[in-house]
């Protein structure tokens, strides 16, 4: 690229923000709502927080690195759009998975449990009204593989040790049985749907087991012989081929390979097309402005998890084929990524060769470290990460179990985003009311209140009003963030400091609280788990200002952005009054830094 070559900034703006747009607005299709699908296909809350954390590491450690791959091969554009095209076509193999022996209960279930009894389209009931808020998927070892597929078994989360001993029924059937199956068509028939109460006089530890079969011919494939192995249909054949584990942890790892080779696919995107547009900007001296493109993604993400979620509310509960209606997210993540591939060809992208990534990151590093309220501040993101996890993962689990469908889900997250995205318009009045260090400490004190809020949920749209609060709990606490950025960063590690905050401290916290968060669900239940984040993140916003006062205060001069303005302009002679502004400015940055190492000292 030639220096005397015309440079639209407008347009290069408008494409970045259409980009932001439409990526974001793809990715919240079906983000939000994946850790739903897993509890409706049978996995645990802890296999679930393990497959979350296993990607927010991918990204944390697959991003920057396919990142500096992508500058040092000049393959931007390459990258950029195989992200495009695999990361919605590897979800898709999700569909492919059939559910575990025991299914979760989707939203509809809920819905209908609640009003009473649910049936069968043949009028046979399939399971009572039982609080839903304790419910997940246990695996019985004695259902036989022939009917797995077409069983569904409800527990409740704590059972006592007489429910866990009650007799269970199950659907092995013996050679004698059979034949009087063949001589009595009308009493094998009959026998095709059982349903077991184990435990009739006690309700609260009812063990709840029904097992249907479609149709009576099924019940002649029973095995006939010890040893011999049943045939099943295509599906449960491929779980069957890893026959050292259960079905449910089979179900386990082929989505956490699915999810890996997504996330690597997907994580290379953000990185890479944000290098290319600001560095591109940056050589028209308007990288100031790329940031302005960012609210563009927060719209996005609103318009894609609401959307979504109004359209997934209006559907049935299984359409064309007996299809669950959660796989419309799949689709629209998948449609919505294809329309931001014609924007991507277009994208400004410029490779500043004299830049090494790297090393930037590396020199980031170090100056977060040098500085003791930079690192309070890492902190900070470090456990709002672990909190936001918590919301993430979880939050719709606990919104499902208090009877709200897709449509409450989608409406509340794009509320919380909106409110984010409006901060802007009230940061002149927060920052001259608080300083950034005080409000890091709000925003985050907002988070802990929205967590113990969360624990409180009683209807479905329950969860709305504490969206509200995402404005300081989301965008005030980045605004600090930025602040503090600028405050540590020398000329030309501004946004290597920032990423250091909003992309590795925050993809470190969420891996972590991913994995901590699943185990703490399956152990003490979703409502301690919003009450325990809420407690550990309030107890660190109260120390957070007492480590702030004692921290010493260091601001480094922007150099850069003050010659900004005339650098285009600049010759290579210098005036003396240049000079003699330019070695003020730097006495003084000393004086300040030696004031801070006194007070220090």
């Known amino acids: 690229m030639k220096r005397n070559k015309q440079i639209d900034v407008t347009r290069a703006l408008a494409l970045a923000g259409t980009f932001n747009f439409l990526c974001c607005c793809a990715r919240a299709c079906l983000l939000p709502f994946l850790t739903l699908y897993f509890r409706q296909l049978g996995l645990t809350p802890a296999m679930t927080g393990l497959i979350m954390g296993t990607k927010h590491l991918i990204t944390l450690v697959w991003s920057p690195v396919a990142s500096l791959l992508s500058k040092r091969y000049n393959k931007r554009r390459v990258v950029i759009t195989l992200a495009l095209v695999c990361s919605p076509a590897v979800p898709l193999l999700l569909q492919l998975i059939p559910p575990t022996d025991v299914q979760q209960m989707g939203t509809c279930n809920m819905s209908a449990m609640r009003s009473g009894p649910t049936q069968s389209p043949d009028g046979n009931p399939l399971m009572s009204s039982v609080r839903p808020a304790t419910l997940w998927t246990r695996t019985l070892p004695e259902v036989n593989t022939a009917v797995a597929s077409q069983s569904a078994v409800t527990f409740p989360a704590e059972t006592s040790p007489e429910t866990e001993s009650a007799p269970v029924v199950t659907t092995k059937t013996s050679l004698s049985q059979r034949e009087q199956g063949e001589s009595h068509p009308q009493l094998s028939q009959d026998n095709t749907s059982v349903v077991v109460n184990s435990s009739l006089a006690e309700p609260k530890n009812m063990l709840q087991t029904t097992v249907s079969v479609a149709a009576p011919v099924r019940s002649k494939r029973s095995k006939s012989a010890p040893g011999e192995e049943e045939v099943e249909d295509g599906r449960f054949d491929f779980l069957g081929s890893l026959k050292v584990m259960d079905p449910q942890h089979q179900l386990f790892f082929l989505i956490l390979i699915i999810v890996s080779v997504w996330e690597c696919t997907s994580a290379p995107l953000e990185w890479t097309a944000d290098d290319g547009l600001h560095e591109y900007l940056d050589y028209a001296d308007a990288s100031d402005r790329y940031s302005s ?41 998948a449609g919505v990524a294809v329309l931001a591939l014609p924007v991507a060809a277009y994208l400004p992208l410029y490779l500043n060769k004299k830049r090494d990534r790297a090393n930037g990151l590396l020199k980031a590093a170090q100056l977060v470290r040098g500085s003791p309220r930079a690192l309070l501040c890492a902190v900070t ?41 409006a901060f802007p318009l009230l940061a002149g009045r927060v920052s001259k009311l608080l300083s950034p260090g005080r409000v890091l400490t709000v925003g985050a004190a907002c988070l802990a209140s929205q967590c113990f809020y ?34 540590v960063a020398t000329p030309g590690a501004e946004r ?28 003490f239940g979703l409502t301690w788990l919003f009450r325990g984040v809420a407690l550990g993140l309030m107890l660190w916003c109260v120390c957070l200002p007492l480590l702030q006062w004692k921290a010493p205060h260091q601001r480094r001069i922007n150099y850069s952005r003050l010659l900004a303005a005339d650098a ?26 030696n004031h801070g190492r006194r007070v220090n000292h």
């Open 381 to 421: 993101t470090l456990l709002v990460g672990v909190a936001s996890s918590a919301v993430d993962n979880f939050l719709l689990w606990e919104m499902q179990d208090h009877g709200s469908s897709e449509l409450h889900m989608g409406l509340s997250l794009a509320l919380a985003l909106l409110s984010q995205a």
């Open 293 to 333: 493109t960012r609210v563009w993604g927060l719209l996005g993400a609103a318009c894609g998890v609401g959307g979504a979620g109004l359209l997934v509310g209006q559907l049935s509960c299984l359409i064309a084929d007996q299809t669950p209606r959660s796989v419309v997210h799949f689709y629209c993540y």
């Open 454 to 487: 969360y624990s409180f949920l009683w209807g479905p749209w329950a969860a709305v009003p504490a969206q509200v609060f995402s404005c300081f709990s989301g965008g005030a606490l980045w605004w600090a963030v930025k602040v503090q950025c600028e405050d």
């Open 496 to 523: 290597s400091v920032r990423r250091i905050y909003s992309s590795l401290s925050l993809h470190l916290g969420s891996g972590l609280g991913s994995f901590a968060g699943g185990f703490a669900v399956q152990r």
């Open 568 to 593: 285009s302009e600049a010759s290579d002679s210098e005036s003396e009054q240049d000079r003699d502004w330019l070695d003020k400015a730097m006495e003084e940055d000393r004086g300040n830094n």
